[in-house]
């Protein structure tokens, strides 16, 4: 099994960059597919990132592209998301991702295993 915990998310202004962290515990990360997901109030959960082994390059969602940048230390047993230039539409609450067995990068819900609890991301304008 994996427990993951998510931190680093914070209240900034438009224009500013938080960067979170994923530290998963229980399996090395290197074996699995990872992802980002967000949830803002009143909306249900969307993709924002995930990563893969065999394609060699992460795959986003169109809203964060070019922004966002995921990544992950293996030592460390986490998974990072750099987020720069924020606007206030990327409000929400940022939840980790893990599927066992993970080769591709996976975009959906349903096809992650584990969840971690989430961290609050506010951006004013």
């Known amino acids: 099994q994996v427990q993951l915990v998510e931190s680093g998310g914070g209240l900034v202004q438009a224009g500013g960059s938080l960067r979170l962290s994923c530290a998963a515990s229980g399996r090395t990360l290197s074996s699995y597919g990872m992802g980002w997901f967000r949830q803002a109030p009143g909306k249900e959960r969307e993709f924002v990132a995930a990563?893969?082994?065999?394609?060699?390059?992460?795959y986003y969602a169109d809203s964060v592209k070019g922004r966002f940048t995921i990544s992950r230390d293996n030592a460390k047993n986490t998974v990072y998301l750099q987020m720069n230039s924020l606007n206030p539409e990327d409000t929400a609450v940022y939840y980790c991702a893990v599927r066992r067995g993970g080769i591709y990068y996976y975009t959906t819900i349903p096809e992650y295993d584990y969840w971690g609890q989430g961290t609050q991301v506010t951006v004013s304008s």
């Open positions: 990563l893969s082994w065999s394609g060699g390059s992460p």
